[in-house]
């Protein structure tokens, strides 16, 4: 976690909470005491409202509040619709990071835009059809953050079944289907798979550099890398 995000954090569980310790504190946001001693130290020290000392607890006394995010009606509902297209469509870890922005982003609007973001006028319904992923989606996006390669097994639209080692580079949801770009070590080229027919997904401790020809923007620079990702992108792989 960025310092930055820490200090937020912080602040947002002495909102919460009429005294908080530094130990309780360093528990929630998985850091060492001393380094929220550390930090509400730095805050009070730069004129942040909070009281108390260590081994008693620290309030943030009322009225503090940060600066309004600066935001204009449209820029609120594409947040909000973003956030909640996300909400519906990927994984639940990913589904659950973006119901925490929703709340961040709600606690800091100026009333008016607060409103406007309550009335709920732009939605994205749950109830509706996608294609089933038996795969860790999250452990994939991980894989993809960590350059760290991939083993699975996959089923082509012809019910041929194959085994891959697979450099994970991009993945794209085009309704019902999420599919996944990367560069395949075993046909030494970019590939495209949909993520409902993989399967035993590992991920492995081996790494991956950006090497020249094997990246993200290789792909989609590629004449047809944009069609594999888009029109063309829930398509199987090709053998």
Not at 40 to 65: N, Q, T, W
Not at 132 to 141: C, H, K, N, V, Y
Not at 157 to 186: H, I, Q
Request: charged share 30%.
């Amino acid at each position: 976690m960025r310092r930055a995000d820490r200090l937020f954090e912080i602040l947002q569980i002495l909102r919460r909470r009429k005294t908080a310790r530094a130990a309780d504190i360093a528990e929630i946001l998985e850091v060492s005491p001393r380094t929220i001693y550390r930090d509400i130290s730095d805050m009070i020290a730069r004129g942040v409202p909070i009281e108390g000392e260590a081994g008693v607890g620290y309030i943030l006394r009322p009225g503090f509040d940060l600066p309004p995010l600066m935001f204009n009606e449209e820029q609120v509902e594409a947040l909000l619709l973003g956030a909640r297209i996300v909400q519906s469509w990927a994984d639940p870890e990913l589904a659950e990071a973006a119901a925490d922005v929703i709340a961040k982003v709600r606690q800091v609007l100026p009333d008016a835009l607060g409103r406007r973001m309550d009335a709920l006028t732009l939605w994205a319904p749950a109830d509706h059809h996608r294609e089933p992923i038996a795969i860790d989606q999250a452990g994939l996006r991980r894989a993809m953050r960590d350059q760290r390669k991939i083993r699975f097994g996959y089923r082509d639209a012809g019910g041929r079944v194959s085994e891959r080692l697979v450099r994970p580079l991009v993945m794209a949801f085009y309704g019902p289907v999420w599919v996944l770009a990367g560069w395949c070590e075993d046909r030494d080229a970019f590939r495209v798979f949909r993520l409902d027919r993989m399967t035993d997904l590992t991920i492995l401790d081996e790494r991956f550099r950006a090497e020249p020809g094997k990246t993200a923007f290789d792909f989609l620079k590629q004449d047809g890398g944009r069609r594999a990702t888009g029109t063309s992108g829930a398509r199987d792989a090709r053998p």
